[in-house]
T-cell receptor
Framework: QQPVQSPQAVILREGEDAVINCSSSKALYSVHWYRQKHGEAPVFLMILLKGGEQKGHDKISASFNEKKQQSSLYLTASQLSYSGTYFCGTEYQVTGGGNKLTFGTGTQLKVEL | KAGVTQTPRYLIKTRGQQVTLSCSPISGHRSVSWYQQTPGQGLQFLFEYFSETQRNKGNFPGRFSGRQFSNSRSEMNVSTLELGDSALYLC??????????????FGPGTRLTVT
C-alpha cells in the first residue's frame, strides 16, 4: 500500500515554513524522507525509526507518530534551495530484514523570492 | 567517497529486446536496491540485493531480474521490453547490518526509452 502524501504541491515565499505529511494504512517500521530536484537523483534527508531514533539534516526536522502511522516533515525558514519534490518512503517489518521502501506520490515544493 | 554510479545513463531500445543496466554502490555498502520511476506511477521498488542474494522483491513481472556480484556491484535485466518499461531506473545503495533500516543513496539513474 502506497503511503499518502499531502499536500500534493505547495508554493512558499522564501523564509516561510512548510509541513509535508505522510500517512500509511499499515503499521510502520521506519519512514524515510528524500528530496528530488528536477533531473537529479533523490537525496536522503531524514530517517525515523520505530522506537524514536532519528537521523537527518540539521535544518530539517520530522516527527513519526507510530500509533497513527504518520510522519511529518518540517521545513522552516525555507530557502530557494528547498525547491523540489519531496518523497516519503515507508518501510514495514519484512521477513529477513533489508530495505523495501514504498514511496508516496511526492509533494512538489517551490520556494519563490 | 565516490557516490553511486550507474551505466549507461541513457538507453534507447526497441520493443521485444532485452536490456542490462549496471550499478556500482558506494564503497562498503552491501545492499543495492532498484527502483523504477515514471510520471504516472512514481517511485516503485523492484528488488533489493544483499551479499549476492535477492532479499526483497517488489510487484514486477518476471521479465525484471537482477543479480549482485561479490564486489556488491549489481545488474538489472529486463527481457522482452514493452513500451511501458520506458522509465528512469534508479539504484540505491545502503550500509546494511541487520535489524534496522538505513538511509539509501541513489545513483543518477538510467533513462530507458522503449520504441
Amino acid at each position: 500500500q502506497q503511503p499518502v502524501q499531502s499536500p500534493q504541491a505547495v508554493i512558499l515565499r522564501e523564509g516561510e515554513d512548510a509541513v509535508i505529511n505522510c500517512s500509511s494504512s499499515k503499521a510502520l517500521y521506519s519512514v524515510h524522507w528524500y528530496r528530488q530536484k528536477h533531473g537529479e537523483a533523490p537525496v536522503f534527508l531524514m530517517i525515523l525509526l520505530k522506537g524514536g531514533e532519528q537521523k537527518g539534516h540539521d535544518k530539517i526536522s520530522a516527527s513519526f507518530n507510530e500509533k497513527k502511522q504518520q510522519s511529518s516533515l518540517y521545513l522552516t525558514a525555507s530557502q530557494l534551495s528547498y525547491s523540489g519534490t519531496y518523497f516519503c518512503g515507508t518501510e514495514y517489518q519484512v521477513t529477513g530484514g533489508g530495505n523495501k521502501l514504498t514511496f508516496g506520490t511526492g509533494t512538489q515544493l517551490k520556494v519563490e523570492l | 567517497k565516490a557516490g553511486v554510479t550507474q551505466t549507461p545513463r541513457y538507453l534507447i531500445k526497441t520493443r521485444g529486446q532485452q536490456v542490462t543496466l549496471s550499478c556500482s554502490p558506494i564503497s562498503g555498502h552491501r545492499s543495492v536496491s532498484w527502483y523504477q520511476q515514471t510520471p504516472g506511477q512514481g517511485l516503485q521498488f523492484l528488488f533489493e540485493y544483499f551479499s549476492e542474494t535477492q532479499r526483497n522483491k517488489g510487484n514486477f513481472p518476471g521479465r525484471f531480474s537482477g543479480r549482485q556480484f561479490s564486489n556488491s556491484r549489481s545488474e538489472m535485466n529486463v527481457s522482452t521490453l514493452e513500451l511501458g518499461d520506458s522509465a528512469l531506473y534508479l539504484c540505491a545503495s545502503s550500509f546494511q547490518a541487520s535489524g534496522r533500516s538505513y538511509e539509501q543513496y541513489f545513483g543518477p539513474g538510467t533513462r530507458l526509452t522503449v520504441t
